[in-house]
């Protein structure tokens, strides 16, 4: 496998645009998580998905930010009207929550990540 | 909630220098534990993890943990550290079901020649 896939891996728009960001989990891995990093915040949950359902998206700052998942092997992160404060690298990652053969296999795999600029 | 504190957010050492990043953790139950790294532009890459058994935790590039329940830490080490291993390393802490995994600040790296 490639890996969880992130596009584009740079985003400059101009404030009040749309943005989305796009992600590919890993085949066969159930979760998938949005997580945002600043250097003022660190890494931040956004919101996770369990089998494409929406768990826990109490990390969202606000309605601008939006997050889907409409099948397995896709998730797009929208923020609608975008603004300076939200510049920041979004990451993806993916995970498993089936049993290896010994409990522990699962882990968080991450993508490279989307660096966002708002101008 | 759980949370994770990483105290140092800069640490420099000599290359060949012995390493320790330190991480403590809060949880309320059996935590299951992880030291990313990132480097420049790059996403996060798993060092290693730890979820029972072995306190003493072996991961790639040479990196070890030790979990010690009685201080709420996971400390990550290295004997001997190498220029490439400058970066930032996360330590991480998740529930059981593995779907909160929750990061510390990290502790950026650098090596001096």
């Known amino acids: 496998d490639a890996g969880v896939i992130q596009s584009p891996r740079h985003e400059v728009t101009e404030m009040g645009q749309e943005v989305t960001l796009r992600c590919k989990p890993i085949?066969?891995?159930?979760?998938l998580f949005w997580y945002r990093q600043t250097m003022m915040r660190g890494l931040e949950l956004l919101i996770y998905?369990?089998?494409?359902?929406?768990?826990?998206d109490s990390g969202m700052p606000e309605d601008r930010f939006s997050a889907k998942m409409p099948n397995a092997s896709f998730s797009t992160l929208k923020i609608q009207p975008s603004e300076p404060r939200d510049s920041a690298v979004y990451f993806c990652a993916s995970s498993s929550s089936h049993w290896g053969q010994h409990w522990g296999d699962t882990e968080a795999f991450f993508g490279q990540g989307t660096r966002l600029t708002v101008v | 909630a759980q949370s994770v504190t990483q105290p140092d957010i800069h640490i420099t050492v000599s290359e060949g220098a012995s390493l320790e990043l330190r991480c403590n953790y809060s949880y309320g139950a059996t935590p299951y534990l992880f030291w990313y790294v990132q480097s420049p532009g790059q996403g996060l890459q798993l060092l290693l993890k730890y979820f029972s058994g072995d306190t003493l935790v072996q991961g790639i590039k040479g990196f070890e943990a030790e979990f010690k329940r009685s201080q709420s830490s996971f400390n990550l080490r290295k004997p001997s550290v190498h220029w490439s291993d400058a970066a930032e390393y996360f330590c991480?802490?998740?529930?059981?079901?593995?779907?909160?995994?929750?990061f510390g600040g990290g502790t950026r790296l650098m090596v001096k020649p």
């Open positions: 998905f369990n089998n494409n359902v929406p768990i826990d």
């Open positions: 991480a802490v998740t529930n059981n079901a593995g779907n909160m995994l929750t």
């Open positions: 085949s066969g891995h159930d979760y």
